[in-house]
């Protein structure tokens, strides 16, 4: 593998997700060359080797920080690996975690703010009055090597042409074909292990869901057949229907259109509907506004199958023996469709961003510096080396401790999690490249689906603007609808609720966004392209 030749460009870049929905992460404040060969000894990184992580008491500065996620696994900076990462700046960090939605823009809107805020909603802070842009700070504090990648810089582009942040969970293209294991992460889909061998149950095919699904029903009758994660819902289906979930798509012709256009969609909310009307999937599940709500049930040893994300089964089974239970769950870890396509579309998630009530604005830049550098990066994704993990010959990772575990596995040391924070796509898809695990299978095989497009991901709505207000009525209006659809009585029932929301999207205005769109799309694509073609 020619190693690391990316990990230099990384480096550079200093980048990652995924909140996304969306996460991941690695590094410190480094310097290497665009063009491979060794690491150098940056300014940030000097100075943590000269007090050797540790400062006098009273020159330790505390920098607050702001996640607006409030589902994140911690609420705490502790545990030996952020420790670790405030030895090495010499720094201390003191965490909030969003107690709901509202927060951030609440915050925004007084002008008292945190020193960093990580979150993906980038309408909010991407404005020279609320936060600083990256640009500027790096001609304000030349001493501290922070390059970024043009690449990372343009699709981080703000309206007004400054970029305020890193997104998580990108990276060029090319960082990819320098590395022979890529695992891609997605939704998955599971069901139980024991019941499955004792009806003669096998997935090689979507109709073999329809088969296992009726024989359950028969021989379990006080199960629930199947289960489905509140917030990936179906989309394991839908990437095996080969269905965009959301957003623009590329059409034929090369112009942009809106998700509920594509030509297959009719096909899979039929398909859900009809699981529905058999009584295969329940009413009350419909309802459920916690992911944790299908966990407990799947857990609890009723449920036969569950749609959600690709790590659930291995996570739900630790939960299950931690229980004392014997059943397990089995991912279905290959694809069981030639239509299957895992898009790909985003140019980054969630992102630190240093507000304009920064204490200590060094500080802070400091502080994304390293984060986004490869050695911070590793640090908070990973954990520490030599103790957390090694690496091997070809520079993957070899886990001391399960890298899927739950919060029991995990938190003690604060690991994975804070690398969320700032993870490019790289440190994420090489994590478990010498993994056994069904998480990791089914990653490695969904690689060869993967369709990615990061410049339909640039294509933002500015807070306010009529593209921003008619996407956030598409939305609340399809999260609506899309239940009728599900959940009608009949076939016909089921396709009228779909053609009624289709109707009611192009009166919201969709075909404003697919406007809106096309004027964009080809001046980025083609910009994109250059900077790729130059970076080559």
Partial sequence: MKCKKVLAVLLTAAMTMSLAACGGSQETQNEVSTTGGGKETTAAEASVQETDGRADAGDVPTLTLFVDETWWPYDKWEGAVPEEFEKRLGVNIEVTRAADNNQLSLMVASGDMPDIICSGRYQYLADSQVCYPLDELHETYPEV?????????????????????????????????????????????????????????????????DAAFEKVAQSYPDYTVCSFNCAHKFNWLMQQMGVKNGGFYEAEDGSLKWWLRQDKLLDFYKKVNEWYRKGYLSAENFAYQSEDETKEICVGGKVFANFGYDNHADNYNTAIAANGDDFTFSLVTSELSDDCVAYDTGCGGRGLYITRSCKDVEAAYKLLAYAYGEEGMKLLMWGIEGEDYTVDSEGYPDFTYDFQGDNTVLQPRGLKYWGWLVHNAIVTSIAEANSESQTAQDRKNLTAYVKRNPVIGMIRFVTDSDEANINAKLEEMVKNQQTNIFMAETEEACEEAFREMVQQAEQIGMERLEEFGNQNYPELKKQYDEIIAKAE
Avoid: W
Avoid at 173 to 182: L, N, P, Q, R, V
């Fill in 145 to 209: 090597a922070f390059e970024v990648d043009p690449v990372y810089q343009f699709v981080n582009k703000a309206a007004d042409d400054h970029y305020y942040t890193i997104g998580c969970g990108f990276s060029p293209s090319g960082a990819y074909s320098e590395y022979d294991k890529i695992l891609t992460e997605g939704p998955g889909f599971m069901y139980r292990t024991d019941i499955a061998e004792e009806l003669g149950l096998e997935f090689k095919t979507l109709d073999d869901l």
